[in-house]
Every structure is written in C-alpha cells, then in structure tokens.
Nanobody
Framework: QVQLVEPGGGLVQAGGSLRLSCAASIRTFSRYVMGWFRQAPGKEREFVAVISWSGGRISYADSVKGRFTVSRDNAKNTVSLQMNSLKPEDTAVYFC????????????????WGQGTQVTVSS
C-alpha cells in the first residue's frame, strides 16, 4: 500500500521560509512523478510544482516561480518543497502526490495523495 506522509508545515511570517517534506512508502519511488498541490480556505486545490522521476524536469505554477524549489532524493524516497519569500496568499493546506502516468499539472492524473499539511503565513 502506498503512503505519502508530509511532516512539516507550520506558521511563518511573511517574507520567511519553510521547507516541506514528503516521505513515500513506495518500493519503486524513482519511477513516480511527484507533485505538490495546495488548497486555500474556500478555494479549489491548485497545482504548485511537479518534478519528474529523475528530477531532470521541473515545472512551477506562475504564482510560486522564483520563490519555491522542488527537489527529490530517490535514495531516501522523499520529495521536498523549499518555500522562500512566503506571502499571506501562500496560506493553504499543502499536499504531495504521486503518479506513474507522466509529467503533468493536472491533479486528476495523480494516483496517490498525502494527508496534507497546513502552512500559515501571517502578515
């Protein structure tokens, strides 16, 4: 059974930084495309970042480009999201997700999801 666990998250002031991690209990983790998504209060879940199985291909939402960095360590079955210059509008529950279908931003293409972790950015 595939499990994605996201420790981390928390409260940070605007302009600050936070690092999210996602640990995957997937035997063939290196075959999976990994994505990060977020859902703000009263809004639909949206794409944040995606990283290919090798880490050689990465894409970001325009709203986080230049501030967030996604990375992965296939030896440790983890994917991380470094978030810098945080803004109050980054406040959301952040989810990591995994899929074998291919590199993409569409959340419907992701097969496995973490439980989510709360990130709150105060102004």
């Amino acid at each position: 059974q595939v499990q994605l666990v996201e420790p981390g998250g928390g409260l940070v002031q605007a302009g600050g930084s936070l690092r999210l991690s996602c640990a995957a209990s997937i035997r063939t983790f290196s075959r999976y495309v990994m994505g990060w998504f977020r859902q703000a209060p009263g809004k639909e879940r949206e794409f944040v970042a995606v990283i290919s199985w090798s880490g050689g291909r990465i894409s970001y939402a325009d709203s986080v480009k230049g501030r967030f960095t996604v990375s992965r360590d296939n030896a440790k079955n983890t994917v991380s999201l470094q978030m810098n210059s945080l803004k109050p509008e980054d406040t959301a529950v952040y989810f990591c997700a995994a899929n074998l279908r291919g590199f993409g931003r569409d959340q419907s293409g992701y097969d496995y999801w973490g439980q989510g972790t709360q990130v709150t950015v105060s102004s």
